[in-house]
C-alpha cells in the first residue's frame, strides 16, 4: 500500500511537471531562454567608488531592455522610480528613431567590434564585469558604420565609458565629428575625470569643470544637437548649451581614445553606443497621430523601476496633461523579442502601471484619466533581428483616449 501510494505521488508531480507554463511553451521559451543566458548580463553603476577588485562590479544597463526569466527578481513594486531630484536640470530626451546601437553582446573576445571603422590605434572587444566593451590599447579613433552624409536635423548620441576607482590615471574620451572631407571639425571631450570642453570649428565654445570627479564605475557621454543649437552632457550634468551653432555642418562622427597607459588593471573601455534621429514633440505626435512613442522613460533590465535619466520626458508628459485637462491617455509598455513571451507581457504590463503611478503622484493627475496596458512583444514597430530594430521595440507609448 504504502509502495502504491508513493508511485501516485510521483506520477501527479510528474504531470504537474509536464503541464507547466515552460514545458508549454518549450520550442520557442527553450531557444529565448538560451539566447538570453548566453547574453551578457548588464548593469550601469554609477557614482559607486570601486574599492574592491574591478571585476566584481555589479554593472546593469542604462538603456531599456526586457530581461528573461532568471531576471524576475529584479522586478519591484509598481510605481516605484529613482530617486530624481539630482535630474530636475537634466533635460536631455534620447532621439526617437535609433540608426545605430551597439553593446557589443555579440562580438568575440580579442576581436576587433565588426559594427564599426577602423582610423588608426589598436582596439579589441574586452569583457569587464560581466559585460563587454570596446578595449583601446593605443590611442587611436574609431566610427560607427553609418550611412554618411548630412547628420539628421536633430539627433541625440549616447555613450557610455568606464572610470577606475581611487586613485587610478585619468584617461582622455572624444567624440568628434568631421566634414566631408574626412577632416575633424568639433569634439566633446572629457579629461582627468572633471575637466569637460566642446570644440567646435577651431574654437572652444564651453569648457566647465563637473562638480567632482568621476568615481568608479560605468558613466555615459551624451550630446543633443540640431543644425543650430547643441548640449553636452556627461551623466545627469549638463556641460555645455550652444544656443546657435554656425556653419557647423558634420557628416560623419566617430570616437577618439586617448589611454593614460596600457594598464591591465586600468583599462580604457566603452560601452552601450546608440544613435538616434530626433523627432517631433510630444503634442505633434498627439495632434497629428494620436499618439506619442517614446523611448526616453528608461528602466534597468528586467526591472520596473522607473530610472532618474527618464525625469525630463515624464515632466513633458505631465505638462501635457496639466495643460490639456481634458486628455486622457493609455499608457503602453512595449518590450522587443528576447525573453519569454508571458514574462515580457507581465513586465511591460508593470512598467505601465509605474508610468501611470509616477504622473499621478508627481503631477496629481487624476488617476480616471490614465490606463495602463502591456503589449510585450506582440506590436513591434522594427524588425526584432537587429539591435537597431530591438532598441526601436524597446518602447512606452500614449494613446489618445
Not at 56 to 84: F, I, V
Not at 112 to 118: D, E, I, K, M
Not at 133 to 156: E, H, W
Not at 302 to 315: F, P, R, V
Request: aromatic fraction near 8%; charged fraction near 30%.
Amino acid at each position: 500500500m504504502k509502495s502504491k501510494f508513493i508511485f501516485i505521488v510521483l506520477l501527479c508531480l510528474a504531470f504537474i511537471a509536464m503541464s507547466s507554463p515552460t514545458i508549454a511553451q518549450f520550442g520557442k521559451l527553450k531557444d529565448k531562454v538560451k539566447e538570453k543566458a548566453e547574453k551578457k548580463v548588464e548593469e550601469t553603476v554609477k557614482g559607486k567608488d570601486e574599492t574592491a577588485s574591478d571585476t566584481s562590479t555589479a554593472n546593469k544597463k542604462s538603456t531599456e531592455e526586457p530581461a528573461s526569466d532568471t531576471a524576475k527578481a529584479q522586478s519591484t513594486a509598481a510605481g516605484a522610480s529613482e530617486d530624481m531630484s539630482l535630474y530636475t536640470k537634466y533635460d536631455f530626451v534620447p532621439g526617437d528613431k535609433v540608426i545605430f546601437y551597439d553593446d557589443f553582446s555579440s562580438e568575440e573576445m580579442g576581436e576587433f567590434p565588426s559594427r564599426w571603422r577602423l582610423d588608426e590605434g589598436v582596439f579589441e572587444i574586452a569583457k569587464q564585469g560581466g559585460k563587454n566593451y570596446i578595449l583601446c590599447t593605443d590611442k587611436g579613433s574609431i566610427r560607427p558604420k553609418i550611412a554618411t552624409g548630412a547628420l539628421p536635423p536633430k539627433y541625440t548620441i549616447e555613450m557610455e565609458f568606464y572610470v577606475k576607482g581611487g586613485e587610478a590615471k585619468s584617461h582622455w574620451l572624444f567624440i568628434k565629428w568631421y566634414d566631408d572631407q574626412g577632416q575633424e571639425i568639433g569634439n566633446f571631450n572629457l579629461k582627468d575625470k572633471f575637466r569637460t570642453n566642446l570644440r567646435l570649428l577651431d574654437k572652444d565654445i564651453a569648457s566647465k569643470e563637473l562638480s567632482a570627479p568621476l568615481s568608479g564605475g560605468i558613466h555615459t557621454m551624451r550630446v543633443m544637437a540640431t543644425q543650430s543649437t547643441m548640449k553636452c552632457y556627461i551623466d545627469n550634468e549638463r556641460v555645455a548649451n550652444v544656443p546657435a551653432v554656425e556653419s557647423f555642418k558634420p557628416v560623419d562622427f566617430g570616437v577618439y581614445m586617448d589611454p593614460w597607459l596600457d594598464e591591465p588593471n586600468n583599462p580604457m573601455l566603452i560601452g552601450t553606443f546608440r544613435y538616434a534621429e530626433g523627432g517631433k514633440t510630444l503634442k505633434q505626435q498627439l495632434d497629428e497621430a494620436g499618439r506619442i512613442v517614446t523611448h526616453g522613460i528608461l528602466f534597468d533590465s528586467g526591472s520596473d523601476k522607473i530610472k532618474g535619466e527618464s525625469y525630463k520626458t515624464l515632466a513633458d508628459i505631465g505638462a501635457l496633461l496639466t495643460d490639456n485637462p481634458a486628455l486622457r491617455l493609455s499608457i503602453e509598455g512595449h518590450t522587443d523579442s528576447d525573453g519569454a513571451d508571458d514574462y515580457n507581457l507581465t513586465l511591460s504590463q508593470k512598467r505601465s502601471e509605474s508610468v501611470r503611478t509616477y504622473l499621478i503622484d508627481n503631477f496629481k493627475v487624476d488617476g480616471s484619466r490614465l490606463e495602463s496596458k502591456g503589449w510585450g512583444e506582440s506590436k513591434p514597430i522594427d524588425k526584432n533581428i537587429t539591435p537597431e530594430g530591438k532598441a526601436n521595440n524597446r518602447r512606452v507609448e500614449l494613446v489618445k483616449l
